[in-house]
């Protein structure tokens, strides 16, 4: 019997024995029937990036938002948020503005440092969770993966302890969001992941190369580089991640998406 997680499992193993790179358009939602969408038990998930770390995920149980900063604008032709996730405080990854123009009467959850900083109005529907924890929100399991730096220069930029990655459940379907870390015991540790989203640059979190190992450990199905645009030549090549997990021989489809320019050629 082939179920949802066999078949991603054995198209994964497929791919990455074939060496395959999905390269997505810039307009995910002109290709929802296509590389941006995964089967769950109940439905379907789509994948919506928008820029750097900000994406939406269109699921069964609803539409969840993850880190959503920058021009409100880019979120105007999007489903309007059922939840909102904030991974940690930065610029990049949380803005009060942004979260207050767009998220409607959503409920978000927080890493507790983001939950302490929020506006009253905002922290009126929020919760927080802390690493380790779980929760459950709109029937959607919810997991908070600690996300830190392990490079001792680096460690100032996201100390441990204090910011989430996760991973949600939904219908089945495994969904791991990397927030800004660098490869953990944690992150190895991960198992039966469907579709990661995972980091890379520099000085802020990790190179491609350490990004490729740790994906080729842990082993999704699916891998979506993102957040890869870094300072003083710490911009990382999804593309050379790409080669590189491929070259490690993980089962893992890398899925590249332009999420700065509009679309890797």
């Known amino acids: 019997m082939t179920t949802r997680r066999t078949f991603l499992m054995s198209a994964a193993g497929a791919a990455a024995g074939a060496g395959v790179i999905t390269i997505l358009p810039f307009d995910a939602r002109a290709n929802t029937a296509g590389g941006n969408t995964f089967p769950t038990d109940g439905g379907e998930v789509v994948v919506h990036p928008v820029e750097h770390a900000s994406l939406i995920l269109e699921t069964p149980a609803g539409v969840i938002y993850v880190d959503t900063v920058g ?59 802390a690493n380790g924890e779980t929760t459950e929100m709109m029937g959607v399991g919810i997991e908070a993966i600690p996300a830190y730096n392990t490079t001792e220069e680096r460690s100032n930029f996201h100390p441990e302890g204090r910011d989430n990655g996760y991973v949600l459940t939904v219908d089945g379907l495994t969904i791991y969001i990397s927030g800004d870390t660098e490869g953990t015991p944690e992150m190895a540790a991960l198992s039966g992941i469907d579709v990661a989203f995972v980091c890379m640059n520099l000085p802020y979190t990790m190179d491609a190369e350490a ?45 590249l998406h332009d999420w700065y320019n509009g679309s890797l050629s």
């Open 211 to 255: 990004a490729a190992a740790a994906v080729a450990e842990f082993a999704p199905s699916y891998v979506y580089p993102y957040h890869y645009r870094g300072q003083d030549g710490g911009t990382q090549d999804p593309e050379t991640f790409a080669q590189m997990v491929a070259d490690a021989g993980a089962e893992t489809e890398v899925k």
């Open 71 to 129: 021009d409100p604008a880019m979120y105007a032709d999007m489903p309007a948020p059922d939840m909102v996730l904030i991974t940690h405080e930065h610029g990049d990854h949380y803005n009060a503005e942004t979260l207050a123009a767009i998220s409607g009467e959503a409920p978000i959850l927080t890493n507790p440092a983001v939950f302490d900083m929020l506006p009253e109005d905002l922290k009126a529907r929020a919760s927080s969770i």
